[in-house]
């Protein structure tokens, strides 16, 4: 009889794991917010370096509007469970010595993340002002493409 109830409670174990883990992995396959962070990071790190003087202001201010848009990507990313500190490597690697260009094609990659990226209707239209503040970036730094 014993024999029988250790084989119970491996058995419901097992199927405990067996139909919980698959919950843990379907909620993982969403990473476009955090992707969208990790890129705009490292864009955002690319228009602070020192550039020709007469890019400097569209910098700042492209800096400024991606501020904004990172904000309001770590607070959909936190609404939708996910910790927006850990996030992967961004997607393409730059070139320190076109950092216009790495910032913008990373911005680019940001925006179709988060195109792509769920929104519930909690967040109250936190991705689409998110896009709004990454295009308003990605006009500042046109001229100098």
């Not at 698959?22 to 228009?47: G, I, V």
């Not at 680019?108 to 990454?134: F, M, T």
Request: aromatic share 6%.
């Amino acid at each position: 009889m014993r024999n029988y109830k250790s084989f119970a409670v491996a058995a419901f174990a097992l199927l405990t794991i067996f139909f919980l883990a698959p919950a843990k992995l379907a909620h993982a396959q969403f990473p476009a917010y955090l992707h969208a962070l990790s890129d705009m990071r490292t864009a955002r790190a690319y228009l602070e370096m020192p550039v020709k003087p007469g890019a400097q202001d569209a910098c700042k201010h492209a800096v400024k509007e991606l501020n904004h848009a990172i904000d309001e990507i770590a607070h959909a990313a936190r609404d939708d469970g996910k910790n927006p500190q850990a996030t992967p490597p961004p997607q393409s690697n730059g070139n320190p010595n076109w950092p216009i260009h790495s910032a913008v094609r990373l911005l680019k990659e940001a925006r179709a993340d988060i195109e792509h990226g769920r929104d519930i209707p909690e967040n109250k239209g936190l991705r689409e002002r998110s896009l709004e503040h990454i295009d308003k970036a990605l006009l500042d730094l046109s001229p100098f493409l």
